[in-house]
């Protein structure tokens, strides 16, 4: 569930700012004509790097948000919901191992 939310931010910034220069352009080269507006003086690989710079900024900062908006979510849930029924909750969530370490950890300890 993490790693769907993950790819999503992942692929959706640098789609999004591709589309954004893709405005009014048609055709098979559209793509290429793209990447070169973004790159602009060096050209459609320099457009290239720059999109898979930004994709991987958005995989560190999603990492970073989606762990730091369910870490935050459960430990205001401890306040109203018994600890055992919220880490049978974070068992049944297909989330990774790392994430689950972490929610459980929060919890448990009760970090406020």
């Known amino acids: 569930m993490d790693a769907i939310a993950r790819i999503l931010i992942t692929l959706s910034l640098p789609g999004f700012i591709l589309l954004t220069q893709l405005r009014g352009s048609v055709g098979d ?11 602009s003086p060096l050209g459609a690989a320099v457009g290239l790097i720059i999109l898979v710079i930004v994709g991987l900024i958005a995989n560190a900062l999603s990492k970073i948000v989606v762990d ?3 870490i935050w979510f459960y430990q ?36 406020f």
């Open 29 to 39: 080269a559209a793509i290429s004509t793209a990447l070169g507006k973004l790159g």
């Open 68 to 70: 730091g908006l369910l």
């Open 76 to 111: 205001k849930r401890c306040n109203s919901e018994p600890e055992e029924t919220l880490l049978k909750e974070i068992d049944k969530f297909p989330l990774s191992t790392d994430l689950k370490i972490k929610l459980k950890w929060a919890v448990t300890k009760r970090m």
